[in-house]
Structure formats: C-alpha cells, structure tokens
C-alpha cells in the first residue's frame, strides 16, 4: 500500500475525529445511516451517470490504484539502462540490443526498443510512441476527473441533506426539544459530503493527476532515449540529455571523474 | 437507454429520498410547485438566453443523447478494418478497397477511404478530416458547455428562491406558527437547485464531454489509419500504430505468436 | 430581436416572478430603490473601472447586440457560394470574379475575394485574413468579458446589500416589530444581484462567447474557401472541405446524384 | 486620471454608500478601525507574502498606473505611421527612414525601425522585438495577477474578521443589550472585504489586463508592421494588414477613393 | 530569509489579531487545540495523500524555501556576462571561454556554457537545455500545486471543524449557558482553516509560482544566450537581445555613448 496514503488518511482521521473528541464531542453521532445514505450513494450516482458504463466498472479498481498505487517508475535506473544501450549499440550496431529487450521490465520502453530493433524508421517510432503515450493519458485523465467531479458534488450533495434535514426540523418547531439533535442530525450529511471530498476525493484525484503528469514525464524519458540511440548519439550526450529529466540528487555522480572521460571523447568525436 | 445513467441516476434518488425517508422526512414535502417554477423554468429561461434560437431547439435532443447515449465507437474494430485494408491496399492497390466501402458503418471513416480511394492528396485528405472533427468538436461543446451553465446557474437560483421565501417569512413574524412551516417551503427551492445541478445537469455535462473527447479519439484514430493506409504502410505497423490508442485489453492477443511474422516481416521488408 | 432572449427571459421572469406569487409572497416587496441603487449602480460603476472609457461607451451597444442579435451568418450559402466561385476561377481565370465581388454581401469575405482577384500572395492574404479574424475576436472577447465580470461580481454586491441591511437590523434589535421587515428588506439587494447575474449578465455573456465562436467558425471557412480557390482546388473537393464545416442537416443533399459527376470529375481530373 | 476610473469608482460608492443611507443606514457604522486593520492589513500583508520584496516596492506605482492610466496607443497613428515608412522605404530604400526614427514616440517602435536600419537580419529582428514583447507581458502579468489574488483574498479575510466578532459576541449572550450592535460591527469587516475586493481589486485587476492585452496587440502592429517595411510590401498592402488589427470605426476611410489608386498600383506591380 | 515574507506575514497578522483586540476579542480564544488539530492535521493528512511519499519528505523544505526564499537571479549580471563571452567567444573562438566555466556561478548557465564548448551541436544544445529548463518548471510545479490544494482544503476543514463543534452544541440546547462559548468555540476551527489558507497556504503557493515563472524567464535567457554565442552573432545584437528580456530599469545605460560604437559595428559588420 502506498505509505503516502495510510500516513495521510490516519493524520486527517486522527486530526478531524481526535479534534472533536478532546473538544467533548461524540464521534459516534457521526455514525448516521442516512446521512450516510444521501452523500454516498447519491455522490455514487451522480459519478456514475457521469461516465459511459465500461468505465464505471473500472472506477473502483482506479481508486484502489490511487490508494495503494504501484512502484514508482525509477527514472534514474531508466537513464543507466539507456546510457548502457546507447554506447553498445553505437559499437556492435542496434541489432544487438535484441538480448537485451527481455531484461526491460517496462512495457512501454521494451516495446520502442524491439520497434527500434526491427528497424522502424525514426519519424515513425516517435509517432508510434507518442500515440501510445497521449492515450495513457486519456486514460489516466479520465479516472482523476470522475474523483474530481466527486469531490466536487459531495460537499453540495452534504448541504441537500443538510436542507431536508432542516426542512423536517422546521415542520416540527412545536417540539422544541427536537430542534436541537434534529439540527445536529441534519449537519452530518454536510459532515459526509465535506469529510469525503477533502479528505477523500480530491486528495486521491490530485495523486493520480500527478501520478499522471510523473508518468507523461517518465515517456518523455523513454522517447528520448531510443531517439537518442537510433540517432547514433555518443553516450555521453545520451546520458546529458536524459539525466535533465532527473531531481539533481537522482544524478549520477561519476560527472566528476567523467571530465576526463568527456575530454577524451570529445578528442574521439 | 444508456445503463450508466439508469444506474446512476437510481443510486442518487433511493440515496438521497431514501436517506430523507430513513431520517424521518416526508418526501411529499420535496413536492412542491413554486419552488419547480422558480428554479426549473428559471434555469430553463436563463440557458435559453445563453443560446442562438437554432440551437436550443437541438437543446432538448442533445439531453437525451445524454440519457440515451449510443452504441459506442468500437475502436477495436475500426483498428481491425484498417489493418485489413492496409494489408488489400499494399496487395492490390487502393482502388481495391471501393468493394469495401459500403461495409465500413461509421459515415466518418467512410468519408475518409471513399476520399482516399478518389486519390485525393494525402495533405488535403488530413485536413478535411481535421476540419470535420474539429467541427463536430465544435458542435458537441455548445452542447455540453449549456448544461454546464445550466449545472452554474440551478443552485443559485434555489438561493434565490429560499430568499424570496424567507422574505415572506420575514414579513409575517407575528405569526409564529407560520415561520417554521414557511422556512421549510422556502427551503424547497435550494433543494431542486442543489439536486437538478449535481444530479442531472453536471453529470450529464461531464457525461457528454466525456463521449466528446472519446469519439476525438476515435477520429484520431481513423484519421491515422487513412495516413497510414495511404502512404503504404506495412500492416503491422498500421496495427502497431492504432493499437497505441487502445486500452491493452482491447488489443488483439495475437502479438505473442505475431512475433515470429514479425520477424518475416522484417525481413521482407 | 433575437427571439431565444424574448422566451428565455420571459421563461425565467415567469418562473420565477410567478413561482413567488404562487407561494404567496408578495413580487411588490421586490421593487426597492436601495437594492436597486445598490447592486446595479455598484455592479456598473464596478464594471466600467475595469474597462478604458471608450470601451464602456460601447458597452451599451455590445448589450444590445446580445439582447438582438443579428442575423446569423449562413455558413450553407457561403459554401454555396465559394464551390460556384471555384467553378469559375477554374473555368475563366480567379479575374473572372471581379463582377462577383458586389454580390458578397459579408464583408469580410467580400474583403478576402478582393485581395484573391488584386493578385495578393496566398501566404500573405491567408495572413491579412487571419489578423483580421483574430482582431475580430479579440474585439468580442472585450465585451464578453465585461459581462462575465458583471456576473461575478453583482451576487456578491447583493450580499454586500445585505450586509449593510442586517447591520442597520442588528443595530435595532430593540424594536423587535422592525426586525422581520428589516431582514426581508435587507435580502432584496441579495435578490437583485443573484437575479441579474444569474438571468441576465451570465447569460448573455455566454450568448455573446457562443456567437463568437460561431463567427470564428464562419470566418475559417471564408478563409479555407479563399484558400481553396486560389490554389485551384476542384469545386468538388472545395464543398467536400468546406461542407467539413456544416452540421450534416445543412448540407447539400445532391451528393447522391453527385456520385455521377464526381466519377466524371475523377477522370478528368 | 483615467476618466472611467473616476466615473465607475463614483458610481459605485454613490450607489452602494448611497442605497444604504435610502434605506435609513447610518454610513459612518461602516467606519470602523478594528475591520479596516483585519481587512486591508490582513489582505496587504498576505499580497506582500506572495510576491518577491522589489515587486511589492513597485506596487503601489501598479495600482496607480491602473488608477490613472496613461495615454492610450494610438494604434491608428501607427498604422499611418507605418504605411508612410513603407512608401519611403520602398522609394528610397531603408536607411532613409533614419531621419524619421527621431519622431516616433513609442519606445518599442523606434526600437524597431532603428534596427531594421542597422540592417538586422529579418528573423533575428523579430526574435529581438518578440522577447521584448513577452518580456513587457510578463512583467504586466506580475502586476495583475497580485491584484487578482488580493481580490480572492480580501472577502474571505472579511469573513475572518466576522468569525472573530461573531465569537466575542457568542462569549457574552449574557448581556443581550451587546449582541444586536456586536454582531453589527461584526459584519463591518465583511462590508470591508466585499467591497474592496469587487469595487477595487479586482475591477483594478481587469483593467490592467485588458491594457495589457490591448498593449500586446499593439506590440503586434508593430512588429508585423517591421516585418512588412522590410520585406519591400507594397504601401497599400501594408496597410491592408495592419489596418486588420483596427476597429472599423478606426480605419481610414479613403478605402472608397483609394479604389482607383489601388488600381494603378496593381498594374505598376 | 526573504524579506517579503517577514513583513508581510508580521502585517498580516499585527492587522488581524490586532483588529481583533481593538474590538475587544480576546486573542488566547484563538488558541484552541481541538481546532489546531482539526485543521492543521486535516489538512496535512489530505495533501500527504495527494502526493507520493518522496514528494512529502520533501515538502517542509520546500515550504521554508517559500519563506526564506533565496538569492534572486541576477539577470543584468547574465546579460553582462554573456555579452562578455559573445565578444571573446568572436575574437578568439569558442575554446577561449574555457576558463572562464568555473566563474560563472550558476549551475544551469555553467553546464550550458560547458556543453558549447565541448562542441555540442547547436540543435541538441537547445534540446538538453529545454529538457533540463522543462524539468525544474515539473519540480516547482510539484511543489506550489500541493500549497495551493492545502489552500484550498484547509478553509473547508475549517468549516468541517464548525459543523463538528455545533453538533455537539445543538445537542445540549438544554444548557443556555454552554450555547455562546461553544458557538464561539465551534468557529475557532473556521479562524485556523480560513488564517492558514489565506495568509499561508495561498500567498506561499503563489510565491513559489512568481519565483517558478521568473526563473524559467531567466532560463530563457540563458538558453538565448548561448544560442547567440554559438551562431557567431554580434555582442551588440547579443546584448539587443537579451536586455529584452530585462526591466527598462535594470538595463545598460550606454546605450546612449554606444550608439557610435553600433555604427563603428554596422560599418564593420
């Protein structure tokens, strides 16, 4: 399970509910069947009409993505494999990266390369990948923006409960001793709504948007580098160009060592 | 009808009335003719405003569409015919495929091979294919940016409607048996505001802007395909380039034992 | 005048006018001069800070024209159009124009022909076209703007009036027969600026945005035509582009029959 | 002083200041030092936070600048200006026009034309005048966009300062005399934040952005216009260009006579 | 630590809690520990879930280099130094700015300078610049959108707080004395949630987007800069070009004696 998430859910959980407690309130009034009923079976439907069925049906696996999500993909060790590639395929030629194509475990680099092996012109890979690339992200975008709109209805969805909660309390002002819990019971339909959107919803939508965005960087690595080698680029300059896509810390720090390195190339080149 | 919808909007209403019912509310008192006047025929009025005359005649139309919905494009599929007619294009030549132009269902992907098959140049081919989806592009926003509006404007016009009865409640605080039951009916609007917007006009606004950049992505696809298909592309590239728009479900299993055709591919090529 | 803003309007007043009368409130407790001063002199004197002095000089105009409208452009006949003048230009020569150019009754597709038939450079007159179009809707951009801006702020301004209300309210809380009216009477500025937000400034800067994605719309099928002529399309593949901008209702329905001729065109082609 | 400014800022206070005193509110309850510290410190300090110290220093000068305004670009001026150098230049040739640098008074033009005389290559030209055109739009983004978020901030710190009071009054239900005038001044500070926000922030905000858009397209005249000097473009099409970036009211009106001149100029060329 | 910050967040709240006690409030009512909990908690809790746990560890740096900010960019100093290599790099080629590498303090401008002398080819010079200027905008990115969902959540959990709190007070209407303290003390939870976004979350966010947006500005002009070097060009036009990029104020001012030297250049050139 991703640490981001339990971390986060226990801290606002804790914060929220612990908060009430030590101000004296009962955390169990905020059990309440029909509040629950009206903000998330009626958040539920409002998301559901929002999307074409097939894509209802893989809602709840996005979700469970959002909370566990998946090893990060590990950019730094992409550039290594890259840099690696770049110097054997400019000394044996691009057919003998064929061996290493299995030993990558990302889908989408192992398929740019075998398409690189098989000698696919370069405007055509890049076209390809690219194609590839964009429909991730169609299909990432469209599992954030069903939990944004969530996010986005819930609270309001809280406040119809609030109102028709209030509507019966009005009705029935002759029995002053049921305004009181009446109001109370009325407001946790808003507690409901607002609770699931800003702790649920939106923060769940904003990881896969940048899980997203990481990702769509993470492809730009990728494109790059079989670019890069099927240009016949010396590794040092592979290496210079995919590494700006890293954090300065994720760097390799032979750069030191490497002057010589890059000045001997720089002879050779 | 679009199973989505009937879901969704099923879920929302037993959630929301019955979580009221559960809480002890009278659900007749959601019924309720001012607060529909004010708030329905008040958004209704306001989006007409927003409109050309033409257009919110197609309005009515377009909401159904929402509920409705259509068979959706079977990307799968199109990227089946397209691999076939590249493979009898390369093979015979594309005056070849005019027998298969009466099969192809989708007017848009008809127009574009009866165009390619009249030997219309492949520039001007793309860019009457781009002006088509981009007007249809244009056509389907008008018609989601006013439920938009419509989801904008509901809400505050529920506002509008609890404030023109708690006026009237104002006015008459000398009858104190009446101010409860008057709050009440004036809260009746919020609620029609509030529900119509996050239950009807947003979802069915993201619904058909969802089905919009859906169907731009089909048109992407066929679009590709004509390119490829014109420029004589190998068959298993125009797979390999379509399939990137596929979800990996969707895309034909066969790539396992395709390996070793790829292979004889290749080296035909 | 545009008769979607007479029913609109009518709708929405009736609506929600009627609906208050029907709940029994009184619409006379809604003419009130301080709401009136308050939230449209505030939301004006607002909106005319935010502009250069001869931009609210014909803010009025811009208004109107949102009220009226004009006649739409009727995209089917400028296609009409454009297909004869390419069967022309082809026959006899782009010259042979000249005696259309007074027929055009839009002028800039009058101004478009003119410089075709002066012999300008394509680049150069797809570029003084562009300038123009995009002057054009930075043009409207300014108006719809300030009406966008008006329904920002006036449901604010009302909540200012009401604030203001409720404090003179709060001040006199001893006279406990003032203070029902004195709520009702402060809401009434809140009435107002939802009211002409809502019903009048959103929508019609919507109104007026729609128009002028329609007119850009138009305007790039002038241009496409232009385009068209001058590099001698085929008048059959001058429709098959520019009809790309139609809805399929407003289509020339003889492509049926056009099967024939377009055979022929092939040939000769 | 920009005139709208004065007229729209007079308008607002009139009514808004002026409903009250109708409607039987004492204004000077709206002087209250408590509410002016909460709101506008409140709000100064959090635009400070936001911006690096030596743009808060040239704030002050912003908002005055967007206060009075300046001479507006007389865009017609320059159109003439333009199509004159184009007549001489193409007489002449360039280096005649430096006698006419002297008497261009916008900066950015003489800029312009200085260079083109000094013989700059074309497209360094307009790389050399694009920079600075962004430049200018960045720095004049810098401006309205604090305005902009002080205009989100200011209503919600009047909130602030209405929480505050309204807790001080909830501490003292004990003295009943006290909370009528407490919740009264209570709302002063949200009189405060509303009102500066829509009456000054955020219109200043909108008029800044629209000079600056306003600004950008003339930077654009300008630079087209250098573009069309240097390529030799024939006067009459240098002025069919840029006269496209004109309101019609602003173009020149011998289009009518000049028909015979342009002609002449169509067999000279 | 950045001056801004200090002085503003001091107003900030010298204004808000200083207003408050002219009112009369009682500023230790705003420390509450049930609403610190509720609010800072909640709100940590939500952005934590938001982003992958990397990016959490590295947020409290993030958020204190907000505050502290660090030496701006000396973009004048830039343009000086470049202008200086454009007329060595001139005279004595390109290997001559050798030694000058090692005192061109900033990473991003050292690599570049480095990677032209290495004789990098201009295309891919560019390219690894804007991979690398592309990478930081990612990072910072990163960073301000996670203050900005804190701003955005944080007044939301603060009405959370609210609701909580006056749950527990509607449920004990029996006790008249215990209603005000804890209405009063039920708002605390709005005072931290609204405080923080406002005067924290928000001003910082945009601050980090300000310092973001500036240093691609410089970015820009560094990349420019080398491109001008590397293509030979003129230190005058180098000195043109990047002064675009500068304030008026921050500008050389020998333009004025060096309009002799530019025509000893013209001469030349």
């Given at each position: 399970m991703d640490l ?6 226990s ?5 929220i509910?612990?908060?009430?407690v030590?101000e004296?309130?009962n ?6 069947v029909?509040g629950f009923?009206i903000v ?7 998301t ?5 069925l097939?894509?209802?049906?893989g809602l709840p696996?996005?979700i469970?993505?959002a909370f ?8 730094g060790?992409?550039?290594e ?12 030629g691009?057919?003998a ?10 889908e989408f680099a192992r398929?740019?390369?075998?398409l690189m092996?098989?000698?696919?012109d370069?405007?055509l890979?890049?076209e390809?990948?690219?194609i ?5 992200r ?6 954030f923006s069903?939990l944004?709109?969530a996010?986005?209805?819930?609270p ?6 609030a109102?028709m909660?209030?509507?019966s309390v009005?009705r ?21 709504g607002v609770f ?9 939508a904003n990881k ?10 993470y492809?730009?690595v990728v494109?790059?580098g079989l670019?890069?080698?099927?240009s016949?680029?010396?590794?040092r ?13 994720e ?13 001997q190339?720089r002879?050779?080149a």
């Open positions: 981001a998430t339990v971390i986060g859910l801290l606002a959980v804790i914060g509910i612990g908060g009430n030590v004296g309130g955390p169990a009034a905020l059990l309440n029909p009923m998330i079976m009626g958040t539920m439907g409002a559901i009409i929002a999307q074409p097939e894509r209802v049906i696996k996005a469970l993505k566990f999500g998946g090893p990060p993909h590990k950019a060790e992409t550039v494999l890259f840099v690696t590639m770049a110097d054997k395929a400019r000394r044996e691009l057919l990266l064929e061996g290493d194509v299995e030993n990558i475990h990302d398929k740019g390369v075998q092996i098989d000698g696919t370069p405007e890979l890049r390809i990948m690219e590839e690339a964009e429909a991730m169609h299909r990432h975008e469209a599992n069903v944004e709109l996010g986005g209805i819930s309001t969805i809280g406040v119809l409960g109102v909660g209030l509507m009005m029935h002002l002759d029995q002053p001793d049921e305004i009181g819990p009446g109001i109370a019971t009325a407001f946790v339909a808003t507690f409901y699931t959107a800003n702790v649920l919803w939106l923060p769940l896969l948007k940048n899980n997203s965005k990481d990702e769509q960087h492809l730009a494109i790059e670019m890069s080698i099927q016949g680029d010396n590794p300059i592979v290496r210079e160009k995919l590494e700006g896509f890293l954090r300065p810390s760097r390799t720090k032979k750069d030191g060592g490497g002057g010589g390195d890059s000045g190339e002879q050779a």
